[in-house]
């Protein structure tokens, strides 16, 4: 994944114990790795769901150039999650290159 376009990556009602939430665990263990955080200064916040929530995990991802995506991680695998994740990114990574 691209982590150098994002500046916030938030995981919110995230229950470890569901199966609904296994791609945004996923998403969240590849995010929280250190070199991923502190090469590129992404803020990582993540919000633990009670363990009998039916509540759907959401990801929103917020991008250096201000733009804002909300993701329900319930029904997309985290290879689908990566790939709308890192679509946006690879868009402001092109940008960068021509404007260098």
Known sequence: MI??????????NLNPFSKASRSARLLLALANKDSARSNYGMFLTSSVAPKGSTVNPTIEVLYKDGKKMSIDSSKINVDRLSDMIDSYSRTLK???MIQK
């Open 3 to 12: 982590f150098g376009f994002i500046n916030k990556l938030s995981i919110t």
């Open 94 to 96: 092109f940008k960068d």
